[in-house]
């Protein structure tokens, strides 16, 4: 049922094949993502369309408490038309539904923010009486389906999460307090235990990051006694309609690693283990600070105008360094697909580490594989955050992306639609930005694909305006 790669040898490019065409034998290959909206049509349930959600039952309830259903995306048609029913028939109940199983598979890979994984089906209560009353019939019902963890609300049993709304209903905190009754609660185990040796030589010590998808440890190499870095992955996290889930894209990523460690740098994979519901790719630590903590630092508060002649020089530099490492990344035949500040290391040395590399996906892959999931708001291009097959030019409009964030501080304002390279224009004079390079970035993020510049004559530019930079003044 389940596919997993233990071997520690390394990932060819067979290997890699292997990872990206499976196809899980309790899920097999789909290319039409299903809706929700026949399921609640079949069992005649009203609703409306808000947005991305289907709304049930009534909105103007106060509502105190939340139920989340994490199931996984295969399974998320059959819980509906399980529970829909019962729910249904409550007059103090509210439900929340993604539209359709392309949205789910955007919200439990991150797109919506690292909040919300899991929480595509949601119910909404006016009382803890009302919660009380509905959990052992959802427990019941939801005995038999899986999904991911949800560390920010209690665990009640399998998939069946609870949190308590503060003030504006925004809010969401873990609660107890309202559960009079024997069902017991299971505690989120996100974590890990405290002291566990994972692999046998690595030792987590330190938090770094924390999401339902997993945690990022800073660790001890007990083999070697050394800083190492531990990625973890949680199962059933971030799963697509292909039935991979984040373990088999932290197995793509060491992969991809392995076949580019040699023409960019990127931290040395020293293992691969599994505990329990965890999978963990251990990687060397590299010390040093992520591009967009670096920006902060060099850029001033009001963005390029008011940035010093030798900090601007620098952050160009760093620019230049990430347009050769995605131009080496090309020449490998892989798309980068996840150009960000926060996916590029500025080592100790000055130089940086390409640290982002699990959404790279090759040129050509076998006919019916799919990429992952990959689209960060304000770096992915349209066509990426569709879902179509990777090319050049998404990496482009990303590059584009991200000179926007180096010089202003932010991501950008929106979505790349007609108008919106004027509005990088405008932007990019308001900050005094070379006149030479603001139609090229400006086109680097054009609706268009075609009208992207070619990567190529990005980087001569950058080049020239730099050298204009650095010998100014006869320095």
């Not at 039409?32 to 808000?50: A, C, H, K, M, Q």
């Not at 539904?97 to 006016?126: A, C, F």
């Not at 405290?194 to 690595?202: C, L, Q, R, S, T």
Request: charged share 25%.
């Amino acid at each position: 049922m389940q596919f997993r790669i233990k071997e520690q040898v390394s990932v060819n490019l067979s290997t890699m094949e292997q990872i990206a065409s499976y196809q899980r034998k309790d899920n097999p290959h789909r290319t039409d993502p299903g809706d929700f909206l026949s399921v609640l049509n079949s069992l005649g349930i009203r609703y409306t369309e808000e947005g991305m959600w289907l709304r049930t039952g009534w909105y103007e309830i106060p509502q105190e408490y939340v139920f989340f259903l994490p199931v996984r995306i295969s399974q998320a048609r059959k819980l509906l038309s399980v529970i829909m029913p019962v729910l249904a028939k409550e007059r103090e109940v509210s439900c929340l539904v993604v539209k359709d199983e392309t949205e789910m598979v955007r919200m439990n890979s991150g797109y919506y923010g690292l909040h919300m994984p899991g929480k595509g089906i949601q119910v909404w209560m006016s009382s803890g009486k009302t919660a009380a009353k509905l959990a052992p019939e959802l427990l019941a019902l939801t005995v038999n389906f899986h999904g991911m963890r949800l560390p920010d609300c209690v665990c009640l049993e399998n998939v069946l999460y609870v949190s308590h709304v503060i003030k504006d209903r925004s809010l969401l905190r873990k609660t107890r307090e309202f559960f009079y009754n024997p069902y017991r609660f299971f505690k989120t185990v996100n974590s890990l235990p405290d002291k566990i040796i994972v692999g046998k030589w690595f030792l987590p010590v330190k938090i770094i990051k924390s999401s339902g998808l997993g945690n990022t440890y800073k660790g001890i190499n007990l083999l070697e006694m050394k800083w190492c870095l531990l990625q973890q992955a949680n199962i059933h996290a971030a799963d697509d309609l292909q039935g991979r889930d984040i373990r088999d894209r932290l197995l793509w990523q060491r992969a991809v690693m392995e076949r580019l460690e040699k023409v960019v740098r990127v931290p040395k994979i020293i293992g691969y283990a599994e505990y329990g519901a965890f999978s963990f790719m251990v990687t060397e630590f590299i010390e040093g600070e992520n591009l967009m903590k670096q920006t902060k630092k060099l850029l001033h508060p009001k963005g390029w105008i008011g940035t010093g002649r030798k900090e601007r020089i620098l952050l160009m530099r760093y620019y230049l360094e990430v347009l050769e490492i995605v131009e080496r990344i090309h020449r490998e035949g892989f798309i980068h697909r996840n150009v960000q500040p926060s996916s590029f290391m500025v080592s100790l040395n000055g130089k940086l580490v390409a640290i982002g590399l699990g959404f790279a996906w090759p040129y050509s892959n076998s006919e019916g594989c799919e990429p992952f999931f990959s689209g960060a708001k304000g770096y992915a291009s349209p066509e990426q955050q569709q879902g179509n097959m990777p090319e050049v030019s998404h990496d482009v409009y990303s590059l584009g992306a991200l000179f926007y964030y180096l010089v202003t501080g932010r991501d950008l304002p929106g979505y790349a639609a007609d108008g919106m390279p004027k509005e990088v224009t405008d932007q990019l004079r308001l900050h005094q930005v070379d006149e030479l390079l603001i139609p090229r970035i400006a086109r680097c993020l054009s609706a268009r694909s075609e009208e992207r510049p070619s990567l190529e004559k990005l980087k001569m530019l950058i080049i020239h305006v730099l050298h204009d930079m650095i010998f100014r003044n006869g320095e």
